[in-house]
């Protein structure tokens, strides 16, 4: 399982952005798959996820801010990022479980600048 992400950019606070993961060896649409974030000098941490059956669930810190979607056609998975706040910059992950195994993203890097 190879997933590539992107879109990450830098943006100023208050703007958007839109993240893409891309799947190959493995359907999407079978798996639960989350983003993720880790900023400088912090531990990883869990920003959303989607489960296989759809449903959705997000970290306080961004709930009602970010959305988490998926194209099963495309076998991507989306982070649309809105009313982005400095302390949101890190290195995004996506990130998906398939037979049992936890597979990563390389990440991609979102800035917010204030």
């Known amino acids: 399982v190879q997933l590539q992400a992107s879109g990450g950019g830098l943006v100023q606070a208050g703007g958007s952005l839109k993240l893409s993961c891309a799947a190959s060896g493995s359907t999407f649409s079978s798996n639960d798959s989350d983003w993720y974030r880790q900023a400088p000098g912090k531990q990883r941490e869990w920003v959303a996820g989607?489960?296989?059956?759809?449903?959705?669930g997000y970290s306080d810190s961004v709930k009602g801010r970010f959305t988490i979607s998926r194209d099963n056609a495309k076998n991507t998975v989306y982070l649309q990022m809105i009313s982005l706040k400095p302390e949101d910059t890190a290195v995004y992950y996506c990130?998906?479980?398939?037979?049992?195994?936890?597979?990563w993203g390389q990440g991609t890097l979102v800035t917010v600048s204030s």
């Open positions: 989607i489960s296989s059956d759809g449903s959705t």
């Open positions: 990130s998906t479980l398939y037979r049992g195994n936890r597979y």
